[in-house]
């Protein structure tokens, strides 16, 4: 794989072994974060965090994530509302003067193809924090490193995502990484109005990917998923009030469903949840969506450090 | 090498065919089956080789405690135990506390066929490695000199080795020293020096971030605590030994009490079906041995404990036969969380490592013979010290085969 200088999709990560890479510096990141030995490779560099789209825990990642590794942040939220933009700057120009002042920018914007366009014009390195319902990059290689860490393994698995498969953009994300590891199945559960894009369902049958589809999270996907991927429905997103009624709780999970779950299988979800994951869930063994969370720290962490080192 | 037959691993059972490279010792490939194996495996059942996470082989680099056990002789009770990769424990004489130590170890553990992980020693005056190894840290006093006075000065120093793989000895050096004059070896190692001693290590092991692990666990009244330790979010596993799943105290005579003298000791009868049913649901992680191989002559004079790699394997037939343990369950906690384990210490030869038979694991398998009872016989023992606790008990099934990356190891007399 060509050393990347921007990280816009995660369709730029298609060689196993980079990512291999990549978890083996994120482990070590943690490890030295738990023994207090992290040193400062990133000391005196700076990273911008744009935000076009409200973010707390991203914008926080990312942010942790530099700090610890000695650098700066120069931050900024609600860009939509409070900054120059509001004034008509266009997204280019924001670039061309922050990249003056910052070593990397982390960019999130409401409108997809954002970052891509930044990357063509900026000196320093891109970060996609999620643009529209286009991708969130970072997001997919936290959810790959969870599962290599959680299961040990990435071939053969069985994945049901579950919830917003048309507007997730963490799922957009995620399967082109999950296509580059052997025997890989997908559940794909969704309300027939918010299934798979057809051009993400193209793209796993051009990887041969095998998958199905369904409106019903059933018994047959719970007891055979190794992973259940769950993504918020949002009411807003249905035409009416009766259409949401009668999908959304076929999709919360609670204990007595969690435990038909085989019993090394995990339960994911990038947050933040709002009904869909019962809270007597968390203290289920097979919950590891907040150690989802922490781990988005050290991929950071290591995927700055080799943008910036 | 190709192996067929019916494959056991933790998360599904399935007929199929295992290849392994001659040339890495890895898994190449798992597929259909096509009716070639080089191992007769007929119905016996194909496991990921066992790992056993606790033993204490007794060699160091000073070799004063080689006349009851060794590297070579470990490796050997192992293979007998279908046991493919062990951890060592570091209560030896010359102990591997700091980085010359630890490799002067590390380097003879060469002749050992089955893979051997080191512990290094946490003791009152030590400090981390410089390398990334698993660490053991001992609250009271048993076998050698890696003992704490008190609670204070063991978290002074856990408080120096945050974030470290830390296993512990959980019993309460207070409550011991109160117990001295009881007339038992089990009254003077109560129960609740396990369970005060579970709750101080819980407490450094969420205050200090380390990933936990409490050995050879023995007491029902101790398991709510890991239970609820597990559910917070705190990273801790726990082993258990066949010894305290096997026996319990209403089965001492004054001819067995002195052979099963062990630390912990033996608990009550209520307790062993706990720590079977707590194996069973995942609250425990591992069945570990804590095999610690002492002459006969050692253990009439009051030595506590007991020799146990060389009947491992059977001991997993016992569990699947008496308690309805299921083929997952058993390649669960004797391969796949053993395996997870040892992972991230292990060299990178050993590809994706131990505990699942899947392509690049290594290709080291456990071929159980559920069929052919097994009388365990003094002389048939291959540990140096040449005993078992399990002397003239018939297990319901034996091992039939061990594996160690693509060559096998097969057994002799009895195996069908």
Known sequence: MERLKHVISARQFDDPEFLLGLFESANAMDRDDKFRALTDPLRGRILATLFYEPSTRTRFSFEAAMQKLGGGVLT????????????????????????????????????????????????????????????????????????????????????????????????????PLLCLYKDVQFDLISPWQLRLPLKHRE???????????????????????????????????FASAEEYESVKDAYILDAAMANRLKPEAIIMHALPRVNEISPEVDDNARAAYFRQAKNGLYIRMALLKYLLA | MRVEGLIANHDRVFEGAIEISDETGLITSVGPKTGKSDIEVGDAIIFPGFGDIHIHAREDAGGSQMYKEDFTTTSNAALHGGVTQVADMPNNPVAPVDDARYAEKEKLTAKSVVH???????????????????YKAFMGPSVGDLFFASQEQLEGQIAKYRGRNVSFHCEDPEILRESKGEPTHEQRRPARAEI????????????????????????????PKIAAAKARGVTVTAEVTPHHLFFDDSMLTDENRLALQMNPPLRGPADRLALIEALRNGLL????????????????????????????????????????????????????????????????????????????????????????????????????????????????GRVKATVIR???YLQSAGAR
């Open chain 1, 76 to 175: 900024a939220e609600n860009m939509r509302e409070s900054s120059s933009a509001t004034k008509g700057e266009t997204i280019a120009d924001t670039v061309r003067i922050v990249s003056g002042y910052a070593d990397a920018i982390a960019i999130r914007h409401f409108e997809q193809g954002t970052a891509a366009e930044a990357a063509r014009i900026s000196p320093v390195p891109i970060i996609n924090a999620g643009d529209g319902v286009g991708e969130h990059p970072t997001q997919a290689l936290t959810d790959v490193y969870t599962i290599k860490k959680e299961l040990g393994r990435l071939s053969g698995l069985r994945v049901a995502l579950v919830g917003d498969l048309l507007n997730g953009r963490t799922i957009h994300s995620l399967l």
């Open chain 1, 203 to 237: 793209y796993l049958l051009e990887k041969h990917a095998t998958f199905r589809e369904s409106e019903k999270l059933g018994s047959e996907v719970l007891e055979q998923a190794d992973v259940l991927y769950i993504t918020r429905v949002q009411k807003e997103r």
């Open chain 2, 116 to 134: 051997v992980t080191l512990y290094a020693g946490i003791g009152p005056e030590t400090e981390p490695l410089t390398r990334h190894v698993p």
């Open chain 2, 196 to 223: 005060t001693a579970t709750e101080f290590a819980l407490y450094l092991i969420e205050k200090y971030e380390l990933q936990g692990k409490l050995c050879h666990y023995s007491t029902e009244g101790g398991l």
């Open chain 2, 285 to 396: 992680d591992y069945v570990a041995t804590d095999h610690a191989p002492h002459t006969l002559e050692e253990k009439a004079t009051g030595v506590s404990g007991v020799p146990l790699l060389d009947t491992y394997g059977a001991f997993a037939t016992w569990l699947m036969q008496e308690h309805r343990f299921t083929p997952q369950e058993i390649a669960r906690v004797c391969a796949f969380n053993p395996g997870r384990f040892v992972k991230e210490f292990l060299p990178a030869e050993l590809g994706e490592g131990f505990g699942v038979i899947a392509p690049g694991y290594v290709g080291s398998l456990t071929i159980l013979d559920l069929k052919s009872p097994w009388l365990v016989k003094r002389e048939e023992m291959r540990t140096k010290c040449a005993w078992s606790p399990f002397e003239g008990f018939t297990f319901p």
């Open chain 2, 406 to 408: 693509g060559k096998s």
